[in-house]
């Protein structure tokens, strides 16, 4: 009697952390996701009304500086508690931050997909669970939607001022990330963490 008792308890032991796994996880999981979509709109908005004051007050070429430093400090500064946030796109900038790795390249690709068969850019983002040779990463990517104030520096060539395409050419030798139109998708803000 006592050794089915035993037993018993060991089954039940060994049936509730079977359960515990998959539903802590996706507790995890809608923690990190409802987290990484506080920090996207966070990043952008933030970025996006130093961007407008920069704009209004001073001019395009005086604005470039938020987009180099403060861009990336502000990436910096969200990438901890075991998080790296970034800021990506297909036709970066940067030639080292900007650029995708191979994931978030497909993603990106798929957002432009969506993007032209119809879907707003604002409402477009991404979440997976991505097996990596270090571990299970929980992954996030929202586009990143092109206002008409970026175009002074990432627009067609009538849309950017003499002055700040000479100090795009002389700072980022191998730019790629003009001709863009208000409304397509520049990049994405890419969120991950280890599960
Ligand atoms: C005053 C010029 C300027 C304006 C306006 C501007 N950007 Fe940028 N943008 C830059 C520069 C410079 C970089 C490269 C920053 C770096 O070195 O990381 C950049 C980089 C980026 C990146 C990172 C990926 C990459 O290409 O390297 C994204 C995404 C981006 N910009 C989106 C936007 C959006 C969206 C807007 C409008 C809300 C905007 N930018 C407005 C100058 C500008």
Not at 43 to 63: D, H, I, R, V
Not at 74 to 79: D, E, L, Q, R, W
Not at 158 to 183: F, S, W
């Amino acid at each position: 009697m006592p050794r089915f008792f035993a037993r018993s308890i060991l089954i039940f032991i060994v049936s509730a952390t079977s359960f515990a796994g998959p539903a802590d996880s996706e507790t995890a999981q809608l923690s990190y996701l409802e987290e990484s979509r506080n920090i996207a709109k966070e990043f952008m908005q933030a970025l996006g009304g130093t961007l407008k004051k920069q704009l209004e007050t001073g001019n395009a070429e005086s604005a470039i500086g938020i987009c180099k430093r403060i861009a990336p400090e502000m990436a910096v500064g969200y990438s901890k508690d075991g998080r790296v946030v970034k800021r990506v796109s297909l036709k970066n900038r940067n030639p080292l931050m900007g650029l995708p790795d191979e994931w978030e390249r497909q993603v990106l690709e798929d957002f432009d997909r969506d993007f032209h068969d119809g879907k707003p850019a604002a409402e477009i983002e991404k979440v997976a669970i991505v097996q990596e040779p270090e571990g299970r990463w929980f992954r996030y990517m929202k586009a990143i939607p092109t206002q008409p104030m970026c175009l002074q520096c990432h627009g067609t060539p009538n849309d950017i001022p003499e002055g700040v395409k000479a100090v795009l050419a002389k700072e980022y030798p191998e730019d790629k990330a003009t001709g863009y139109k208000a409304g397509e998708i520049r990049g994405a803000i890419s969120i991950k963490r280890r599960m």
